[in-house]
Nanobody
Framework: VQLQASGGGLVQAGGSLRLSCAAS????????MNWFRQAPGKEREFVAS????????SYGDSVKGRFTISRDRAKNTVYLQMNSLKPEDTAVYYC??????????????WGQGTLVTVSS
């Protein structure tokens, strides 16, 4: 599975961005899909997860209420809508396919990352 993330860029604090992650080579319709991020000098951090059918979502504490993860199984694509962005959201965002239908603890495939920069 190849995962191609896109949609990153430069945005002012308080603004919004929508990230997309398209899968190719193989479907991930039976796998949970996730977003992680890594800021410079910091460890990779869990951001959000959506179950195989979109029926269940989970979020990291730092993004709850501001970010929304969703998926379109027909398009083999997962999205991350990011609102009320803060400078501390600046990071490289990675999408990842889980080994299982739910949860983000076991990752099967990682995407290449897209940079989000939030200016103050």
């Amino acid at each position: 599975v190849q995962l191609q993330a896109s949609g990153g860029g430069l945005v002012q604090a308080g603004g919004s961005l929508r990230l997309s992650c398209a899968a190719s080579g193989r479907t991930f319709s039976n796998n949970a899909m996730n977003w992680f991020r890594q800021a410079p000098g910091k460890e990779r951090e869990f951001v959000a997860s959506v179950s195989w059918n979109g029926g269940s979502t989970s979020y990291g504490d730092s993004v709850k209420g501001r970010f929304t993860i969703s998926r379109d199984r027909a398009k083999n694509t997962v999205y991350l809508q990011m609102n009320s962005l803060k400078p501390e959201d600046t990071a490289v965002y990675y999408c990842a396919a889980s080994l299982k239908a739910t949860g983000w603890d076991l990752i099967r495939s990682w995407g290449q990352g897209t940079l989000v920069t939030v200016s103050s």
